[in-house]
């Protein structure tokens, strides 16, 4: 099988060295993008929302700082997180460190996974290139044969120029169809984001009384023992 290969490989052409290197750099690319987009940035947002509101709605901003802190530190919590440490600033300055954060995070998430596209057009173009080549130096071959061998040259030839076609078809469909899932992928992950970044911002800016109250009820114990402490 590996033998079988090898031969058709070699019959390509030269060809061929470029398309097996982009062969190499999309699954290199398709296997870091599956690991940061499934498993770096992964987090449960409707958790981490949940937490977040029930500390917000007690005014208690310090709490859900800390709860934020103890979570699995993905994108959406470091952006809430961001948020959450102005909310005692004007409501610009919260929504300026909401999208702050979130343009820190967002390129990770999307990130070289527009290069798979690039590679499969650009690997299906190479092969028809070098096929072309191929059927180029196999006529050229061809007009100085003998007549009676010209059939079996021109089809030997034909033969060993499509393999640069099909090597570049073999590169460029997984390419696509990687590229398809991690885009759909990582449009869902930007999505989220939004929707988390308008949801905590809503939330902050909506209770903003909660918090002055708290504040108001913080400062207000110490007076009577202050009080004690002078009879």
């Not at 990687?178 to 911002?201: G, P, W």
Request: charged share 15%; with cysteine; net charge positive.
């Amino acid at each position: 099988m590996l033998h079988s290969l090898w031969v058709a490989f070699d019959e390509g052409g030269f060809m061929m060295y470029p398309i097996l290197a982009m062969l190499l750099v999309s699954w290199a690319i398709a296997f870091e993008r599956l690991f940061a987009l499934f498993i770096v940035v992964r987090e449960n947002k409707h958790a981490l929302l949940s937490g977040i509101q029930k500390h917000i709605l007690k005014g208690d901003v310090q709490g859900a700082v800390r709860f934020v802190g103890n979570q699995r530190q993905g994108p959406i919590a470091r952006i809430i997180k961001a948020g959450l440490l102005k909310v005692n600033k004007t409501d610009k300055e919260v929504q300026a460190a909401l999208d702050e954060a979130s343009l820190r995070e967002v390129p990770y998430i999307e990130k070289r996974t527009g290069h798979l596209a690039v590679l499969a057009n650009a690997a299906t173009l190479v092969g028809l290139l070098g096929t072309i080549i191929g059927m180029i130096i196999c006529f050229a071959g061809v007009a100085d044969a003998d007549p009676a061998t010209k059939a079996q040259v021109l089809s030997r030839g034909i033969s060993e120029a499509m393999h640069c076609t099909a090597f570049g078809l073999i590169t460029a469909i997984p390419a696509l169809l990687l590229y398809a899932f991690l885009q759909a992928r990582t449009q869902h992950l930007v999505d989220s984001i939004n929707e988390a970044v308008v949801s905590t911002l809503n939330l902050v800016l909506s209770n903003r009384t909660l918090f002055k109250n708290a504040d108001v009820e913080a400062g207000a114990t110490p007076a009577p023992a202050v009080a004690a402490r002078g009879r």
